[in-house]
């Protein structure tokens, strides 16, 4: 293969030549999504595909760049990527943690509706999403001329407008988050063995993952993500064999502290169930950086949660026994594992690992934290668009494990234990759609052992519950 200087330096001759026929030739030779040409500062980009496009870079500050809008073309097409304001802003912090620089977003239209894409090569392949598009309202009216379905109620433009698309809201939140998470309820487990790790280092990867009323994507080239950089975290719980989670409730959550970008777009879009024009909400997450580092076991006692070793860092993380997250997304597929009284038996298990691609087993979902909600309250936002309170209880945090540099990155957690009665448990995974067609159930590391009743007040000893209420 011709290394990307090599051919950055023949394209910039053709582009100085002038030679159309030559360009569209030479951009035959352009790498895949693996790698980026650049000349005198600007990445080149062949875009596969058709329709309008934007393209949105975030910035330091919390805000986001419109760094080129156009229709797809036969020419290859230069963008300057700020990068540099991250590199100041990351030398001036002047700390180590784990922390990557985003990947330029693109929303695009064409004729068969929305998609997005990243740019993480030079050749940058635009798929629309695949979303059902039949309305569930016999009333409901044909797109205007111009416009295509994109779902059952909306219509985007095909004929492009000025204006088309806009960000309505940018902010970058830094907060504790839930990464791991263990919830008991109405004493249904006689003895309970739980067991966690989480090591995040930089063969740990950050994805855009795009939210829509549909339901959420995580955008996907066959390059991987963007990976970190900086010092890792490693983290364990374990409780004893004989741990008795007694109680109505009993749970544990461990938390890290987290930068994360938000960005709310709008695009211009058609009622149909209404009949008017309006804005439809495009939420964005990414992840930029993991601000806990260190290394910390933590064992349970009779006394709680207690670090037994403890290499201190940063933003330490902490054990608790509320969640720190906004909310388990809606969007969320809910795994239900029977369990029936008698013997010791494994509950869940689940090992997350670095690979090549990303998969079930080496991704990893995270809600969004309550900042973010607060937040986008304030502005009054979810008051003017009610569809994206929708979108913000279905989206989350997406993270991937991939080999870098002799790395790996992962988790385990596991629980066993002896149920008292019938019961089970529920383990969350997000369904993401990949821009490559493909249906990932990426896994939350947040289970709930019930009998599926409300968790009233419970005696131990008699094991009932006052004001219990069945609730499946």
Sequence with gaps: MQSPRKLGLLLFLLL???????????????????????ILG????????????????PLPNGSVKLLKTGKVGLLPT?????????????????????????????IFVNDKGLGFATLRGSKVVLQPLEVPNKPTVMTAKPCPKGYVPEGPRYCVP??????????????????????????????????????????????????????????????????LGEHFEGKGIDIGYRTPDDVRPEGSIWSRYVNLYVK??????????YDR?????????VMATYPLEILSEGRYTVEETSNGPKFVERTKGLWSPFI???????????????????????????????????????????????????????ALQE?????????????????????????????QSGFLYSIKGIPKRDCYALVYMMKVNTTDYRHVDVPMLLVTVTDGKSSGICDPKTELCIDSADKS
């Design 16 to 38: 100085l030549t002038g030679s159309v026929t030559s360009i569209v030739v030479a951009t035959a030779w352009l790498p895949d999504e693996n790698t980026t040409i650049e």
């Design 42 to 57: 600007y990445n080149l980009y062949k875009f596969e595909g058709s329709g309008h496009y934007a393209v949105f870079y």
């Design 78 to 106: 230069l963008i300057k990527i700020p990068r540099e304001e991250w590199l100041r802003a990351f030398s001036a912090e002047n700390n180590n943690v784990l922390r990557t620089q985003p990947v330029p977003l693109m």
């Design 158 to 223: 095909n004929d492009i407008p000025t204006n088309w698309v806009e960000v309505l809201e940018s902010k970058t939140i830094t907060e504790p988050i839930s990464f791991i998470g263990i919830r008991v309820e109405n004493n249904v487990l006689k003895e309970l063995d739980f067991e966690t790790w989480l090591f995040l280092n930089r063969a740990t990867y950050s994805y855009w993952t795009v939210g829509l009323n549909v339901g959420p994507v995580t955008v996907y080239t066959k390059k």
């Design 260 to 269: 994360y970008q938000v960005v709310v777009f709008g695009v211009l879009a």
């Design 273 to 281: 169930y209404t009949g008017k024009f309006t804005k439809l909400p």
């Design 320 to 374: 608790s026994s509320d969640p720190y997250y906004y909310h388990v997304p809606d969007s969320s597929q809910v795994q239900r594992i029977w369990l029936f009284s008698g013997r010791r038996k494994t509950i869940v298990y689940m090992r997350g690992h670095s690979s090549w691609r990303f998969t079930s087993e080496s991704s990893l979902s995270v809600p969004i934290g309550p900042r973010i909600a607060r």
């Design 379 to 407: 502005t009054g936002l979810i008051s003017r668009y009610p569809n994206l309170a929708k979108v913000l209880n279905s989206i989350s945090l997406t993270f991937g494990f991939h080999y870098y540099s002799g790395e």
